[in-house]
């Protein structure tokens, strides 16, 4: 049994009893049952402190997981703040997809794969897709990655999937399955989905990479286990292996990412799997005040439970939650906004003190507009970061391969972008060829060897491309004795300058585009050469030292670790494991939350119920993750009309507002049938009030 209380007290000082369990529990596997707010990575953390310091584990046989850099890192400083020094940074704390690279670059031979494999994002993974497909419907493309990702993450391979393909769709995307695989075997590459999936197929048949793994992992902890898919789950368990010494920390009502694999059964199969799995459950909430848990658990008490818990505070009772009814949603997004503005003037807080959360992106517009109008500044989480853009992406590509020329997936979308006779065929071939000798796609071009492996005219395409990249290498001093000195002489502003012009990417914009997006995206990637030369301007750099910062770029300049004082607009699935004093929920009704869906079950009646079930279950711990990102104050809105398709649809309040215990009309709208002048006026009075 786990004695009752630590040696050291200051590693659970300040723990509730339920809280105190979880982290000093070693006597087997361990279900933490984390709900919102409750305090979870600290627990984590105490737990790593707790193994280290007390129970004699070394660091580096000790692994945590979870889904996002953000979170990784957080805890990572959190575990510096209890175990300081060498032990802290022996720890392995990272994403599943990290763990997995680390993995893969240690076992590659056992998997086909050169320690230098490529790693494709999902962007270069679509362009194969695109070519496999021979079509340029972004809808169908991203409905095929997204079937062949689910496959993956369900360990489906492209067989199994050609065989329990229900529908032509499905069988489409079978047979693109199957050629996709082969694409980024011939690439010596791996997409993300491989990450995890390669690992997990090696530790199942390979007995002795299992060994060599199961002895490393003393301990796995495991965060927002909730959110995993089968072969995530199938890893843990691979990982852990018969001694199953791990906690899994996860929350069934938070589970809403099944549209991306994610299966909160994972939760029910430990209790199948491990019969003396040790449930604990944290209940005490830390960040809302009672009457908004009230309404969290009043939802989701409609749900099927797979654990019963009740999550509740001593924040006090707070005030009641307000429910708006408007006409319209410009209406609802200038009464949203007024009410911020007189809420930050009342209350005397920030503007990042403010969320206003929604069920779908394009709901965002109106909201954007309304905060423009009234001057408000705000962030939207979840935005395209301007070094993702298409455009960008395509001269970084070229600018990552001067740097480095075993950059595999930037080799591949330079030498395809602009076309110049370089195609699939012709990558695969070389793919091939590189993989067998073991060496990057660049470095392959140069063997005689190539010479029977491919037709002389593509081989001429080919060499060069490739050619063009050597001399652009020595111009930027690459390779040389010294590069600051062989390059002193050239400018990195000259050499970008002729690169974009050699290339000819403004005519193949022109060319690929209407003149009105061809004019944006060439403003970008002007843009993008402004930067670049005014940073090697300011800073003394090559083009080299240019080219190696640039993997610094989106940090460095976008400065995502500085929370400006700004109102957060996001979709709720975005907004996850965040908290905010004042949330505004929007668009709280029928058809948009819970949205809509889709029927795929049209033909089988009974099917089609259950599927509109489990989407209503989801929806609903969808609207539970909104719910508890409010700490001090929560604002709910519907519209009786809203704009979709320059139509007006007429809208019914969310049954869920029914759920919480509230009344769809409880507070009523004081600005209702005003013109947006007088509206305006409205709120000049109301800010130029006396305060309280």
């Known amino acids: 049994m786990s004695a009752p209380f630590a040696p050291d007290g200051s ?19 361990c279900l933490v049952l984390a709900g919102a707010g409750s305090g979870k990575t600290r627990v984590i953390t105490q737990k790593i402190a707790y193994l280290v310091r007390e129970c004699g584990y070394a660091a580096r046989n000790i692994v945590a997981l979870t889904f996002t850099n953000k979170a990784a890192s957080e805890m990572q400083h959190r575990v510096q703040g209890v175990l300081p020094g060498k032990s802290g940074k022996a720890l392995t704390i990272s994403t599943f997809h990290s763990l997995g690279v680390r993995l893969l670059r240690e076992e590659a031979r056992h998997v086909g794969l050169k320690p230098q494999f490529s790693i494709l994002d999902a962007d270069d993974a679509l362009a194969i897709i695109q070519d496999l497909l021979a079509t340029t419907d972004k809808a169908l493309l991203r409905s095929v990655q997204s079937t062949i990702s689910l496959w993956k993450n369900g360990l489906i391979e492209p067989e199994e999937a050609e065989r329990i393909a229900a529908s032509a769709a499905e069988r489409d995307a079978a047979r693109v399955y199957r050629s996709y695989r082969d694409t980024l075997i011939a690439y010596q590459a791996v997409d993300f989905d491989d990450l995890i999936r390669l ?7 390979n007995a002795e990479a299992r060994e060599r793994w199961q002895s490393r992992v003393r301990y796995l902890l495991v965060d927002e286990y909730q959110d995993t898919n089968v072969c995530q789950y199938r890893l843990v368990r691979l990982l852990t292996g018969p001694r199953a010494m791990f906690t899994a920390v996860g929350d069934d009502d938070q589970a809403i990412y099944a549209w991306r694999g994610a299966t909160v059964e994972n939760l029910a199969k430990l209790t199948t799997d491990y019969p003396s799995l040790k449930v604990i459950k944290l209940e005490q909430n830390y960040r809302s005040v009672q009457r908004i848990l009230e309404a969290a658990n009043n939802v989701i008490s409609n749900n099927p439970k797979l654990f019963d818990k009740k999550l509740w505070s001593d924040l006090g009772v707070g005030e009641p939650i307000a429910v708006l009814a408007q006409d319209s949603d410009e209406a609802e997004a200038e009464n949203i906004g007024m009410r911020i503005s007189a ?3 009342e209350r005397r807080c920030n503007w990042r003190d403010f969320a206003i959360l929604y069920r779908s992106n394009h709901q965002s517009r ?27 992406r395509d001269i970084l590509a070229y600018l990552r391969l001067i740097a480095n020329d075993d950059d595999d997936p930037a ?31 660049y470095a392959a071009v140069f063997e005689q060897g190539m010479e029977q492996a491919l037709p002389e005219r593509n081989l001429r395409f080919l060499r060069e491309f490739a050619n063009f990249i050597q001399r652009m290498q020595w111009r930027a001093g690459r390779g040389t004795a010294d590069a600051q000195e062989a390059a002193s002489n050239e400018p990195a502003g000259e050499i970008l300058d002729d690169l974009i012009k050699a290339i000819n990417y403004e005519r193949y914009l022109y060319d690929t585009f209407d003149e009105r997006a061809a004019q944006a995206r060439w403003q970008n990637v002007i843009d993008l050469m402004d930067w670049l030369k005014r940073k090697a301007d300011e800073d003394g750099m090559t083009l080299m030292a240019l080219v190696q910062h640039v993997a610094l770029i989106t940090m460095l300049e976008r400065g995502e670790d500085e929370e400006p004082d700004a109102v957060k607009l996001s979709t709720l699935h975005a907004s996850k494991g965040l908290e905010y004093p004042h949330v505004y929920l929007a668009g709280v009704e029928e058809g948009l939350l ?34 508890t990102r409010a700490q001090r104050s929560l604002h709910l809105s519907w519209c009786k009309r809203r704009r979709r398709a320059r139509e007006d649809v007429v809208r019914e309040p969310s049954r869920f507002i029914k759920e919480m215990g509230l009344d769809a009309g409880a507070v009523p709208d004081a600005n209702a049938g005003m013109s947006p002048k007088e509206r305006l006026g409205a709120l000049k009075a109301l800010l130029t009030r006396p305060a309280a």
């Open 199 to 205: 690992p997990a197929r090696l530790l199942e048949d």
């Open 343 to 345: 809420a930050r003037f």
């Open 594 to 627: 819970p949205h809509q869906g889709k029927d795929d079950e049209e033909g089988d009646p009974e099917r089609a119920a259950e599927s509109l079930a489990t989407r209503i279950q989801e929806e609903r711990r969808l609207m539970y993750v909104g719910i």
């Open 411 to 441: 080799f591949i979308r330079a030498a395809t972008t602009p076309k110049r006779g370089i195609g699939q065929g012709t990558l695969h071939a070389l793919g091939t060829y590189a993989g067998n000798r073991h060496v990057s796609l």
């Open 366 to 392: 109106v909201l954007e507009q309304a905060l423009r109008t009234l001057k408000i500044p705000y962030t939207i989480s979840g935005g395209q970061s301007f070094f993702d853009k298409a455009e960008v």
């Open 11 to 29: 590693l659970t000082a300040g723990l509730n009893a339920a809280q105190r369990d979880a982290v000093l529990y070693l006597d087997g596997p």
